[in-house]
């Protein structure tokens, strides 16, 4: 039954991350990696790791998802341009993703031990984990919150410096009308 769960939530996050490439419209790709997170957060948990399946839809389904819903919304950013790309990008860019794909599956294949484990490693609980985060990593964790505030702000800016935010555009336009 896992080896099931595990080959549809797979392909789930594999269709939610391809579905975010091709979409042209910010939202649906918004969208798309939402189910993408929440794919991810079912492996983890068919993987034994309750503590970040539960972190990864808290944290990233849930918050970090309806702050850049909300971003984009508040942006009102509408369907992308399609273009063909650069010829630099063609003739460079694929050989390349080539080469560090050849690299990557070197490395992966020739490397020794790579899914050992010992069960004499002990079991991280979550008092472990909630020390390491909110004693050693506290400044990362406050800093990375700080930047997605200030991420916030500046689309609020952005979307004020328009002028539709506040609706100033609208009473020119009526005052136009009226005359």
Not at 114 to 119: S, V
Request: net charge neutral; glycine share 8%.
């Amino acid at each position: 039954m896992h080896l099931i769960l595990f080959f549809v939530f797979a392909g789930f996050c594999l269709a939610g991350a391809i579905n975010l490439l091709l979409q042209s419209h910010p939202i649906n790709s918004a969208l798309s990696l939402i189910v993408v997170m929440t794919s991810l957060a079912v492996l983890y948990l068919l993987l034994g790791a309750e503590f970040l399946a539960i972190a990864q839809i808290i944290v990233y389904s849930g918050a970090i998802m309806v702050l850049f819903t909300f971003v984009v919304m508040l942006l009102n950013a509408g369907r992308e341009e399609r273009t063909l790309g650069s010829r630099a990008a063609c003739f460079v860019g694929f050989p390349a993703v080539v080469a560090l794909l050849a690299v990557l599956a070197t490395v992966i294949l020739r490397a020794q031990g790579l899914g050992a484990a010992a069960l004499n490693q002990g079991v991280t609980t979550t008092q472990d984990l909630s020390r390491v985060l909110f004693h050693e990593l506290l400044l990362p964790f406050e800093v990375t919150s700080v930047l997605i505030l200030i991420a916030i702000l500046g689309a609020v800016a952005l979307a004020r410096a328009d002028g539709s935010a506040d609706g100033s555009n609208r009473g020119g336009a009526e005052r136009t009308a009226s005359k």
